[in-house]
């Protein structure tokens, strides 16, 4: 029973362009959200997060936008560069009264192509 | 460096053995995770440390798998009697607080291959 799904295995964009990357979540009590990067042969790295109490967070050329009446979100990468060639994995948290680790979807492999 | 270290890096073993990996997280924090990553799939949480405390283990799955991080530090993830199916990355992350929404931080993982 997959909580956290990320239902694009890949996603072609072209330099210069806007990446958009979804993820959408089952459990209503998930209130922490994370995206991470995964470069091949090296853990993930944390990119951008957002708490259910806000619907949109920026940092530089990514934006994480929450839409909770859908349990919907989405990471916006602009401009695409070709070093965000990677794959992205969505991951959610509940942070009241909930298990402490992170539940994460199955990632989306984002190909940046010059 | 200033990063979740992880080691070894690559683990062979033949069914049956025990392995143990090690994870340093990044110094001063006190929460640190154990996650298993299969082929083609996102993290899936093991446990859960809060310094010298291990709070939650819902994810470890099953008894060949034990945990411990005995000083609040230095943890290590011991399999077993390997079987093939315990074949995957193991990774550990750390953050610096519990109650607080902070982003956990990852190393580079154990590649574990069971033959």
């Known amino acids: 029973d997959q909580q956290v799904k990320q239902n694009s295995p890949s996603l072609s964009v072209q330099e210069g362009r806007i990446s958009i990357l979804n993820c959408d979540y089952t459990n209503s009590m998930f209130d922490y959200f994370l995206w991470y990067k995964k470069y091949p042969a090296e853990g993930p790295t944390f990119l951008i997060s957002i708490s259910s109490i806000k619907d949109k967070n920026e940092d530089g050329r990514f934006t994480v936008f929450l839409n909770k009446s859908a349990k919907h979100l989405s990471l916006h990468i602009v401009p695409s560069q070709p070093g965000d060639s990677a794959v992205y994995f969505c991951a959610a948290r509940r942070t009241r009264g909930g298990a402490d680790g992170l539940t994460f979807g199955k990632g989306t492999h984002l190909i940046i192509q010059p | 460096g200033a990063g979740v270290s992880q080691s070894p890096r690559y683990k062979v073993a033949k069914r049956g053995q025990d392995v143990a990996l090690r994870c340093d997280p990044i110094s001063g924090h006190v929460s640190l995770f154990w996650y298993q990553q299969a082929l083609g799939q996102g993290p899936e949480f093991l446990t859960y440390?809060?310094?010298?405390?291990?709070?939650?283990k819902s994810g470890l799955p099953s008894d060949r798998f034990f945990a411990e991080r005995p000083e609040g530090s230095v943890s290590t993830l011991k399999i077993q009697r390997t079987q093939q199916e315990d074949s995957a990355v193991y990774l550990c992350a750390s953050s610096s607080d519990r109650g607080v929404n902070q982003p956990q931080h990852f190393g580079d993982g154990t590649r574990l291959s069971i033959l």
């Open positions: 440390f809060q310094n010298e405390a291990q709070l939650d």
